[in-house]
Each structure stands twice: as structure tokens, then as C-alpha cells.
């Protein structure tokens, strides 16, 4: 797949799970939010935490250390104290793999 960077099976992510993953020199958190499997910026903008490390909750991402909210699939800032949103990156589930393309910040 041209563009697209392999990370994880499928089967490494069930529904409800979070993981970092190296792409380039980026961390993007993968996450599966009820069969969707969304990309964005692994790292919270607030205060650096690993977000893999949080929850899913309402289609968001809380971080572990101060509870803000980014939305998984535009990368938004829904609750702060984080102010800048996270990148979003295109992802797609093919012959059961989690191939990553290119970041859209």
C-alpha cells in the first residue's frame, strides 16, 4: 500500500482498545471505538502523556493525567485543559492489518 505505513493485526485492537504505535517518526495512538478504527496524535497536547494510557469515552480519547477530551476521528479538543487539537491520521483495516497513511494536522 503506497503512503501507508503496517502497524498492529486487527486482532491486536478489540473494540474499546488503545494503543501507541511508531509511524515514521510520529507516535499515533490507535484506538477502536466500537469496530471504528480511528488515528490521531498519540501524545496529549497538554501535558505530554501517552493518551494509550486513558479511555474511550463518547467517541473521544480522555487523557490519563488531566481528563481532557480529544475527539477520535477530527482530533478536536472537546474538553480541556488541552487548547491545540491532536493530528489525525488516515487508517484503515485490510487483509487483517492496521495500515496507517499519511498525517493531516
Known amino acids: 500500500m503506497e503512503g501507508y505505513s503496517e502497524t498492529l493485526a486487527a486482532s491486536e485492537l478489540p473494540p474499546g482498545?488503545?494503543?501507541?504505535v511508531r509511524v515514521g517518526k510520529?507516535?499515533?495512538?490507535?484506538?477502536?471505538?466500537?469496530g471504528q478504527i480511528r488515528a490521531i496524535g498519540a501524545i496529549c497536547t497538554h501535558e505530554q502523556e501517552d493518551l494509550a494510557e486513558g479511555e474511550i469515552e463518547e467517541g473521544?480519547?480522555?487523557?490519563?493525567?488531566?481528563?481532557?477530551?480529544?475527539?477520535?476521528?477530527?482530533?478536536a479538543v472537546v474538553e480541556g485543559p488541552a487548547t491545540a487539537p491532536e493530528p489525525v491520521d488516515d487508517v484503515r483495516v485490510e487483509g487483517g492489518k492496521i495500515p496507517v497513511g499519511r498525517r493531516h494536522d
Open 17 to 20: 482498545a488503545l494503543r501507541s
Open 26 to 34: 510520529d507516535l499515533v495512538l490507535l484506538a477502536n471505538d466500537g
Open 60 to 75: 473521544c480519547v480522555v487523557c490519563p493525567m488531566h481528563s481532557a477530551r480529544f475527539d477520535l476521528q477530527a482530533g
